[in-house]
């Protein structure tokens, strides 16, 4: 499976674990790269391996491109299935080329619809099936729980809850 990484890590771990595949290769530019290692994290703690590969230019298609042709002719022999929910706009363009080309399963994560879309070869929603509990929510969103009542953040919830405590966040949601 590949996955594009972006801000949110649940569209990429639910069709993860309900799918099962061997290997989960997790493609995300510099700026997620962070994000991509809790996903890592959270998989290998399910039991998934994981790969994870960076794209330094998140504006170079050619360049994705390339990469991620490097994935599929190093495993000719496996069959992939893109998960072109997350990453940018431009990732998730050149990513449904390659895998279209390859003839590779591709989906989307509908969370909100409970669902798993298959976009090609065929069309069609399957159920997502799968559920976290409370404590594997936070896990694959970067939080750690010690003990109840108390959770450790990532270093980039820091900033966002400073910011909040701050009111930082309340202005800039006002002008929004």
């Keep these: 499976m590949i996955c594009l990484v972006s801000e949110q890590t649940i569209p990429n771990i639910l069709p993860a674990l309900q799918l099962r595949p061997d290997i989960v290769y997790l493609i995300s530019t ?8 809790v996903i890592a994290d959270f998989l290998k703690s399910k039991k998934i391996n994981c790969e994870q590969k960076t794209i330094f230019d998140p504006y170079d298609v050619t360049a994705m491109t390339n990469r991620l042709r490097k994935i599929v002719n190093k495993r000719p022999e496996d069959s992939f299935i893109l998960n072109v929910t997350g990453g940018t706009k431009l990732m998730a363009l050149a990513a449904y080329s390659v895998f279209s080309e390859s003839n590779s ?3 989307y994560c509908n969370t909100i619809g ?7 070869p065929i069309v069609e929603d399957i159920p997502l099936e799968t559920n976290l509990d409370v404590r594997s929510f936070l896990a694959a969103c970067g939080y750690s729980v010690t003990k109840p009542g108390k959770v450790i953040l990532s270093p980039e919830k820091i900033v966002f809850f400073e910011a909040v405590k701050k009111g930082t966040i309340k202005k800039y949601s006002q002008i929004v």
């Excluded at 510099?30 to 290692?37: F, L, S």
């Excluded at 409970?114 to 090609?120: A, E, R, S, V």
């Design 30 to 37: 510099i700026d997620q790269a962070t994000r991509g290692v």
């Design 105 to 107: 399963e591709i989906i």
């Design 114 to 120: 409970n669902t798993i879309k298959y976009l090609y």
